[in-house]
């Protein structure tokens, strides 16, 4: 079945749903409800469904709502056993702390997953800065280090890199990616560490003096749900899950029909809910079950529109002009809407058919170098690019921080997330010496926008400032993005 170009509609629209509909003053309130947002999805997701079916592809269909299932149990068992852990305590909020947050979450990323990272770092990192007015900017951070571009190291960082292990890519082949690691997220680190000076020179005495006077001594509380966490990621790790393909061609035995991973994962997660001390989930970290209904109702429209947006991206594929260059701007792109895991799938399936080597799991390892990147870096510039971009908005939501828009996100990612991106793909991808120049020369600037605000004004907590950095318009717009 050939998808005409028409068949993106649904996917758009869902994406401008997502978009629009918060912002618009007739629909906002109505759009904090996951029955709304459930409701849009399948209005949109089933119409789909029903044509694909129709068109003879119910198998497209049934992995879209497998992996669907696979997605959701993942991020709720993440979700239920980070809950159950809290950091007590309290660190200064400090650029050097919050700085310093990330960067551990970054290592994690790669170790237990950007999601689990992500959902055992966004609690922490929320209350430690509690006491702190501007706080957007570093849960935007979190997405773009923790949620994402840590998780290049292994094939347990990422979803779409366990998708290569399972197609022959050694365990240990990304570990060459250490370089591009070290860079995007070195990079991301201190501009995150300019911009958070300047944030706390923005801080009003009183916010300063309360954060340091409620300063005690950390300690852990639920450290019994670090081996639910530990269960769920070796789950992830070695167990199987539905063999579709078995199922598929007749050839499945009864095990290929046992969903094992989604089964040890929940079951962690129920011991979690169950044993765990609910003083430290509900009260210590104010849990509650509204971001992942949210993500649940969302993303359910999303894998359903996105069956014909794949599929058209299949068709047009072969026709495009592909080299090292192109299959990372490809990849990153379509990643960066579309999940990335089936965009990875999809192009390194492509590169098998291209000459060139030395080749790693049938793939010219330039090519696969660049579709690693681009699938993994660039799930960071939307909210939708990547599973827990849109869960640690929704925490930190839930947490009273006014998180940017779908475009507003946008705007921030590509201040400083893209140029961040463009410069290593000069460094690191593309051959020629003027390239490289290139690279260095975006980098010392993306350094550069961060760095002048903080040079330019005083330091210490409540000096000046010039720009509208209190008004709403700074929820969607990083600093010195057209204000002031």
């Known amino acids: 079945m050939d998808v005409p170009w028409w068949g993106l509609i649904p996917f758009v629209a869902m994406l401008g749903a997502i978009a629009v509909f918060p912002l618009v003053p007739a629909t906002a309130h109505r759009w904090e409800q996951p029955r ?5 999805a399948l209005a949109l997701g ?5 044509w694909m079916i129709l068109g003879g592809l119910p198998g497209a269909v049934a992995h879209a709502l497998v992996e669907y299932s696979q997605f959701i149990v993942l991020l709720l068992s993440l979700f239920i056993v980070s809950g159950g852990i809290y950091l007590a305590g309290d660190l200064p909020a400090h650029p050097r702390t919050n700085t310093a947050f990330l960067a551990v979450g970054a290592v994690l990323a790669s170790v237990i997953g950007t999601t689990g990272a992500a959902m055992l770092l966004i609690r922490p990192l929320l209350n430690t800065n509690a006491e702190r007015r501007h706080r957007v900017h570093t849960v935007v951070f979190a997405i773009l280090i923790i949620a994402n571009c840590g998780g290049l190291l292994t094939p347990l960082g990422d979803p779409p890199l366990f998708l290569g292990f399972l197609r022959g890519v050694p365990f240990t082949w990304t570990l060459q990616l250490l370089p591009e690691w070290l860079f995007v997220n070195g990079l991301l680190l ?9 944030r706390y020179a923005e801080e009003s005495p009183e916010s300063i003096a309360a954060d340091e006077a409620r300063v005690t001594r950390l300690r852990l509380e639920g450290q019994v749900n670090f081996v ?3 269960m769920i990621v070796l789950a992830v790790a070695f167990l199987p899950s539905l063999d579709l393909h078995a199922i598929e061609t007749g050839h499945a035995g009864f095990t290929a029909f046992i969903p094992w ?18 003083v430290v989930r509900y009260h210590h970290n104010g849990f509650t079950w509204g971001p992942i209904r949210e993500v649940a109702a969302l993303f359910i429209g999303i894998f359903l529109t996105m069956i014909p947006a794949l599929r058209y991206l299949s068709q047009v594929a072969p026709s495009l002009p592909l080299n090292e260059i192109t299959f990372f701007a490809f990849t990153g792109g379509l990643s960066s809407v579309l999940d990335n895991a089936p965009t990875y799938v999809t192009f390194f399936e492509m590169a098998r058919e291209l000459p060139g080597d030395p080749r790693v799991a049938g793939v010219p390892e330039v090519y696969l170098v660049a579709i690693s990147l681009g699938s993994v870096f660039c799930g960071a510039i939307t ?12 925490v930190a939501e839930h947490g009273g921080v006014s998180m940017p828009s779908f475009g507003g996100y946008v705007v921030w990612t590509f201040r400083y997330l893209v140029p961040t991106l463009v410069a290593m ?27 002048l605000p903080v040079i330019g004004r005083g330091r210490g907590p409540g000096a000046p ?9 700074d929820v969607a717009t990083p600093p010195g993005g057209g204000q002031g």
């Open 36 to 40: 709304y947002q459930l409701g849009l």
């Open 46 to 50: 089933v119409p789909v469904a029903a």
């Open 190 to 198: 201190v501009v995150y560490f300019l911009l958070d000076l300047r």
């Open 228 to 230: 639910f966490l530990a």
């Open 261 to 278: 991973r989604e089964l040890v994962m929940l079951t962690a997660a129920v011991v979690s809910l169950r044993a765990g001390d609910p």
């Open 383 to 394: 909210y939708i690019g990547n599973g827990p971009n849109f869960m640690v908005k929704a």
């Open 425 to 451: 793909v000069c460094i690191f991808v593309a051959d020629p010496a003027w390239a490289h120049l290139v690279g260095w020369v975006m980098a010392v600037g993306v350094v550069a926008v961060a760095a």
């Open 465 to 473: 400032v010039a720009d509208a950095a209190n008004t709403p318009c």
